[in-house]
């Protein structure tokens, strides 16, 4: 007969299989094994990890596992209080880790029946122990897959709504990227990150017009770096003679939180994250301004 956790699930077909009991429940397969003691079983459950990102990612309220070390902070202080979490790619945890999957994840209830999430290899597995009569276990295990694959629609979706606001057109794949039609030409938009470094996410706008122009640059100085310039209350270095008047680039990068701007035969506009409605705006009026100063009679040719 089987267990109470598992009747609870009628909608799925259990059979015996090595070692313990399995079923595929929406495209997850669970297996779930008796401990043999203190009427707890092990369920493990898997399937496909639904974004296309070669990442590795462990986060569990029982702390470290698998010999991760670094607890990295998504940005969620109830969350990030209760979980270790480590990734390969940190730079992408507050999307992956979305709304759905930390509410799926942090569930309250007692530590010992606390689930642990593991990506690795493009397969989701998500494991942890319950009592033989906790009705909810299985369906636990379902709503951290099902969660996952929540999150990253959304995500794409609010993707697809930022770069529609600002007249332009999302490609349905991963990474997010768009293309931006603009009076100045083409504007390619992409959202790009380094591996091990938490602090890289940016949000990249580009643009040219196949004309020659002075290069410069400026961008915003790391914690211990000497600086040249002062925006706002941000330390910046600028290299080269900007085609744009300091009043105007102290606006423009100050309005649209602006980390870097590089111009050269193709001009590069970027800001921290996934870039809001309003400094998008933003980035695309510093492009405008710096192919029309080139295109206007600039000495900067």
């Given at each position: 007969?089987?267990?109470?956790?598992?009747?609870?699930?009628?909608?799925?077909?259990?059979?015996?299989?090595s070692p313990g009991i399995r079923a595929e429940i929406?495209?997850?397969?669970?297996?779930?094994?008796?401990?043999?003691?203190?009427?707890?079983?092990?369920?493990?459950?898997?399937?496909?990890?639904?974004?296309?990102?070669p990442l590795l990612l462990f986060a569990s309220r029982n702390g470290m596992d698998h010999g991760f070390w670094r607890d990295y902070r998504i940005g969620d202080a109830a969350f990030d209080q209760r979980h270790f979490v480590f990734s390969d790619?940190?730079?992408?945890?507050?999307l992956i880790l979305g709304p759905q999957t930390r509410r799926a994840l942090g569930v309250k209830g007692r530590l010992e029946d606390a689930l642990s999430l593991y990506v690795v290899s493009g397969v989701t597995r998500v494991s942890g122990t319950?009592?033989?009569?906790?009705?909810?276990?299985?369906?636990?295990?379902?709503d951290v897959h099902r969660a996952l694959a929540q999150d990253h629609e959304e995500l794409m979706a609010a993707w697809d709504a930022l770069v529609t606001k600002v007249h332009g057109r999302a490609e349905p794949h991963w990474p997010p990227a768009a293309t931006l039609i603009n009076h100045v030409g083409a504007l390619r938009l992409t959202l790009g990150w380094a591996a091990k470094d938490e602090d890289s996410l940016r949000t990249k706008l580009v643009g040219q017009d196949g004309r020659a122009?002075?290069?410069?640059?400026?961008?915003?100085a790391e914690p211990f770096e000497d600086s040249n310039l002062v925006i706002g209350h941000r330390r910046m270095i600028l290299t080269g003679n900007p085609t744009l008047a300091k009043p105007q680039l102290d606006q423009l990068v100050e309005r649209g939180s602006i980390v870097s701007i590089s111009c050269a035969s193709e001009v590069h506009v970027a800001v921290r994250?996934?870039?809001t409605e309003p400094q998008l705006a933003?980035?695309?009026?510093?492009?405008?301004?710096?192919?029309?100063?080139?295109d206007s009679g600039t000495p900067y040719r």
């Open positions: 007969m089987l267990p109470a956790f598992l009747q609870a699930r009628s909608d799925a077909e259990w059979r015996a299989a929406d495209g997850v397969a669970v297996t779930a094994r008796s401990r043999w003691w203190g009427k707890r079983w092990t369920v493990t459950s898997e399937s496909a990890f639904p974004v296309p990102e790619s940190p730079a992408l945890l507050p319950n009592h033989i009569d906790d009705t909810t276990a299985v369906t636990r295990h379902i122009r002075a290069r410069w640059r400026l961008r915003e994250g996934v870039a933003n980035m695309v009026r510093v492009l405008e301004q710096v192919l029309k100063a080139a």
